[in-house]
């Protein structure tokens, strides 16, 4: 056996697992079991060639990576697939040519120890030309028309995934906003001249750390006691806090504090892109690929086009620096 520590009956079926928390929930039953299936036989079948196959010199990490890439495309093409209209006796040919397509290409650029980064953008070229051209080919036998050939081109759930995480991101944040808003109504408002109110003066930090970079200003709080720490970061939240606690106190309490303070920076791609490269920086590229291995297509890309100084465009900013954070934390 190629490659025997490889348990690929075990990782399929855990991967198959995984899968039923994020297929679409506007699907029926068997819609959702088909996904389900897909991904799980694709796995199966690919996972066990590299693990039997004499003439491939993988490793159990490299085994695992292909298989899990193998298993994300299956996934966000059967969706495709079933969100494009094509009829459903034609889903497999095509979901099967992808595969195909992706354990090839993979097969190759692993090989040839290409950078992770990538052998990921080959993958994604070629499983986009490879659907492609089997939507094309079933508009030439005359099974599907133009029209549904380029809608079906349009399908893509990575991206409608990528779209969704923003904006459940920025919903958390409306809420949490929202839900702060209403304690601090709360508060007695300050008179103008009573600057030495100490809920006054947590305000308006908060006013302050809201124009800041947020990994400075985290750097900041941690010299903040407990619970003025909590408190700035609740009323960090409350939208129009200006307004709530009186323009007159603000400038006051700012021009007292505002020496005090580094001044701030906004988030950006490139400040993304040096903290995931500063947390490459310090491993190895095979403990680099063990940290990944069980992470997503687009957080893969993510790290390794910041490895080489680029920004992964489909992510947003803030999400990739909660990647960051994330990646940071679990090792």
């Given at each position: 056996m190629a490659t025997p520590n490889f348990d690929y009956e075990n990782f399929a079926q855990n991967l198959a697992a995984q899968a039923q928390e994020l297929v679409p929930q506007d699907f029926n039953d068997d819609q959702k079991q088909y996904v389900i299936n897909t991904?799980?036989?694709?796995?199966?079948?690919?996972?066990?060639?590299?693990?039997?196959?004499?003439n491939l010199n993988f490793n159990e990490e490299q085994a695992v990576t292909i298989t899990q890439i193998i298993a994300e495309w299956a996934f966000h093409k059967s969706v495709d697939v079933i969100r494009s209209g094509i009829p459903q006796q034609y889903w497999d040919g095509i979901l099967q040519k992808i595969a195909y397509t992706i354990f090839e290409i993979a097969k190759q650029t692993f090989s040839q120890g290409l950078p992770n980064d990538k052998i990921l953008e080959?993958?994604?070229?070629?499983?986009?030309?490879?659907?492609?051209?089997?939507?094309?080919?079933?508009?030439?036998?005359?099974?599907?028309?133009?029209?549904?050939?380029?809608?079906?081109?349009?399908?893509?759930?990575?991206?409608?995934?990528?779209?969704?995480?923003?904006?459940?991101?920025?919903?958390?944040?409306?809420s949490a906003q929202e839900d702060d808003s209403s304690e601090f109504s709360n508060i007695p408002q300050p008179q103008p001249q009573k600057v030495e109110s100490k809920v006054l003066k947590l305000a308006t930090v908060a006013m302050l750390f809201n124009k800041m970079n947020q990994d400075r200003v985290q750097s900041i709080l941690n010299k903040f006691e407990q619970d003025d720490a909590q408190s700035v970061v609740k009323y960090m939240k409350i939208p129009?806090?200006?307004?709530?606690?009186?323009?007159?106190?603000?400038?006051?309490?700012?021009?007292?504090?505002?020496?005090?303070?580094?001044?701030?920076?906004?988030?950006?791609?490139?400040?993304?892109?040096?903290?995931?490269?500063?947390?490459?920086?310090?491993h190895t590229n095979e403990e680099l690929e063990t940290i990944l291995i069980r992470e997503r297509i687009g957080v893969k890309r993510l790290v390794y086009n910041a490895i080489e100084g680029k920004f992964y465009d489909k992510i947003p900013p803030k999400v990739a620096s909660i990647v960051a954070t994330h990646l940071q934390n679990s090792v």
């Amino acid at each position: 056996m190629a490659t025997p520590n490889f348990d690929y009956e075990n990782f399929a079926q855990n991967l198959a697992a995984q899968a039923q928390e994020l297929v679409p929930q506007d699907f029926n039953d068997d819609q959702k079991q088909y996904v389900i299936n897909t991904l799980g036989n694709f796995s199966l079948l690919s996972g066990k060639a590299i693990a039997e196959d004499p003439n491939l010199n993988f490793n159990e990490e490299q085994a695992v990576t292909i298989t899990q890439i193998i298993a994300e495309w299956a996934f966000h093409k059967s969706v495709d697939v079933i969100r494009s209209g094509i009829p459903q006796q034609y889903w497999d040919g095509i979901l099967q040519k992808i595969a195909y397509t992706i354990f090839e290409i993979a097969k190759q650029t692993f090989s040839q120890g290409l950078p992770n980064d990538k052998i990921l953008e080959l993958i994604e070229h070629h499983v986009k030309k490879s659907y492609n051209e089997a939507l094309e080919e079933l508009k030439n036998k005359g099974i599907i028309d133009e029209g549904l050939m380029e809608y079906a081109a349009s399908q893509s759930n990575m991206d409608r995934m990528a779209q969704e995480m923003q904006e459940q991101q920025q919903n958390a944040q409306q809420s949490a906003q929202e839900d702060d808003s209403s304690e601090f109504s709360n508060i007695p408002q300050p008179q103008p001249q009573k600057v030495e109110s100490k809920v006054l003066k947590l305000a308006t930090v908060a006013m302050l750390f809201n124009k800041m970079n947020q990994d400075r200003v985290q750097s900041i709080l941690n010299k903040f006691e407990q619970d003025d720490a909590q408190s700035v970061v609740k009323y960090m939240k409350i939208p129009d806090l200006p307004e709530k606690v009186g323009a007159q106190n603000v400038l006051r309490c700012l021009q007292e504090i505002k020496t005090a303070l580094p001044h701030s920076t906004d988030l950006n791609p490139n400040k993304a892109v040096l903290k995931l490269k500063k947390f490459a920086s310090k491993h190895t590229n095979e403990e680099l690929e063990t940290i990944l291995i069980r992470e997503r297509i687009g957080v893969k890309r993510l790290v390794y086009n910041a490895i080489e100084g680029k920004f992964y465009d489909k992510i947003p900013p803030k999400v990739a620096s909660i990647v960051a954070t994330h990646l940071q934390n679990s090792v």
